[in-house]
Nanobody, 118 residues
């Protein structure tokens, strides 16, 4: 069973930065695709960023150039560096993971709140 625990959320002013971290348990972390979803009140959940085991990344258009996903396989941890934050980035951010061949993310963290003030 894979467990994901996020940290690093909080309140930041517009233009500021935050780094989210997601520590995972279980084996074979390096072979999993990792990602970050977010969900804002009354909005659909959206995939913000993902990274395959091979290091390929994908980003939501609205965060390209501002957010960076990375992973440390030795620490079983994935990160989301968020720069130039905007109020519209306010949401609960969820760490997710899946085996590479799975169509959807199977494992979810409990979420961490990110609030960007004007």
């Amino acid at each position: 069973q894979v467990q994901l625990v996020e940290s690093g959320g909080g309140l930041v002013q517009a233009g500021g930065s935050l780094r989210l971290a997601c520590a995972t348990s279980g084996t074979f972390f390096s072979s999993y695709t990792m990602g970050w979803y977010r969900q804002a009140p009354e909005k659909q959940r959206e995939l913000v960023a993902s990274m395959t085991s091979g290091g390929n990344t994908n980003y939501l258009d609205s965060v390209k150039g501002r957010f960076t996903i990375s992973r440390d396989n030795a620490k079983n941890t994935v990160y989301l560096q968020m720069n130039s934050l905007k109020p519209e980035d306010t949401a609960v951010y969820y760490c997710v993971s899946k085996r590479a061949w799975r169509p959807q993310f199977d494992y979810w963290g409990q979420g961490t709140q990110v609030t960007v003030s004007t």
